[in-house]
C-alpha cells in the first residue's frame, strides 16, 4: 500500500501564490507516488481543484462547520466544501483545539458533519508537553479518539485517517524518537480495537505530523504500523516538500 502524504499549508499562500506552487510541484512531481493530499486554506481550494484536475492528488479543506445551518456567518459547510472537489477535512488539530477552544464534542460533530457530506476525515489527536511530562500520552490519545469517534459505525473509519500530533513538536523542531511514535501508533489501534473491531484497528490508517522536514522524514518512513506522514511548513516550499516525499515513498 503506498504511503500517504498530507500537505498542510495552515494560513499561508494566496490563490496566485498556491497557483504558482503548484505549477512547480507539479512540473516535477509524478503521479501514483503516493496518496497524496493538499490541505489548502478555503481561498486556494477553486485554484487548486482546476489545476489538479485528473491528477492522482486529493485535495483537502483545513476545517469544516459542525452543522449545516445557514445562519453561520463565516463558516463553510461540508456541502460548500464537496461542492469545491474536496475529498478529506482536517479535523480536530491542536491549533483550532487551542486557539478556538474546539472541544470533543464540536470535534465529534464536524467529523459526522464531514462523513455525512461524503468528506474523509483527518482527525488530529495528540498529547500536550504536560502530557507527555506527567506520562498521560496514552490517556489522552485514548480520551481525544473515544470521544472524536462517538457515535461512529465500524464501515464509517473506511473514511478517516488518524494523525498523530504531538503538541509539543508542532513547529517546535523537536520530534519523539521513532520508538515512541510506534508506541503511539500501537496504543491508537488499542484503542479501534477496543471500541469497535480488530479489524478496524489493522485497517485504520494512522500518519504522524510535528516537525517534519527533509532532513529528518527518513527516520519516519520505516516506523512499524505507521502509514505516512502530514507535513505543515516544510511544505511550503515546493522543492523541499518534494524532497521529503521522495524520502517517503
Request: some cysteine.
Amino acid at each position: 500500500m503506498k504511503k500517504i502524504v498530507i500537505a498542510n499549508f495552515k494560513m499561508n499562500k494566496t490563490p496566485s501564490e498556491t497557483k504558482q506552487y503548484l505549477i512547480s510541484f507539479l512540473s516535477k512531481y509524478e503521479d501514483c507516488k503516493a496518496d497524496l493530499i493538499f490541505a489548502l486554506p478555503y481561498t486556494s481550494l477553486a485554484v487548486a481543484n482546476f489545476m489538479l484536475e485528473g491528477r492522482q492528488i486529493a485535495l483537502g479543506a483545513q476545517d469544516v462547520c459542525e452543522d449545516d445551518e445557514k445562519g453561520c456567518t463565516g463558516q463553510i459547510s461540508g456541502k460548500m466544501l464537496a461542492g469545491s472537489g474536496v475529498s478529506y477535512v482536517l479535523v480536530g488539530h491542536s491549533e483550532r483545539r487551542a486557539k478556538f477552544k474546539e472541544d470533543s464534542k464540536m470535534i465529534n460533530r464536524k467529523i459526522k458533519n464531514g462523513l455525512k457530506n461524503r468528506l474523509s476525515i483527518i482527525l488530529c489527536v495528540g498529547e500536550s508537553l504536560a502530557d507527555k511530562n506527567t506520562m498521560k500520552t496514552l490517556a489522552t490519545l485514548k480520551n481525544q479518539i473515544e470521544e472524536a469517534l462517538k457515535g461512529l459505525y465500524e464501515n464509517e473509519l473506511e473514511n478517516i485517517i488518524i494523525a498523530y500530533e504531538p503538541v509539543w513538536a508542532i513547529g517546535s523542531g523537536k520530534t519523539p524518537l521513532p520508538k515512541d511514535i510506534e508506541n503511539a501508533v500501537k496504543a491508537i489501534r488499542k484503542v479501534v480495537e477496543e471500541d469497535f473491531s480488530q479489524k478496524a484497528a489493522n485497517e485504520i490508517r494512522i500518519v504522524y505530523g510535528g516537525s517534519i522536514n527533509a532532513k529528518n522524514v527518513s527516520k519516519f518512513a520505516t516506523i512499524e504500523g505507521l502509514d505516512g506522514i502530514l507535513v505543515g511548513g516544510a511544505s511550503l516550499d515546493s522543492n523541499l516538500f518534494l524532497q521529503i516525499i521522495n524520502a517517503m515513498v
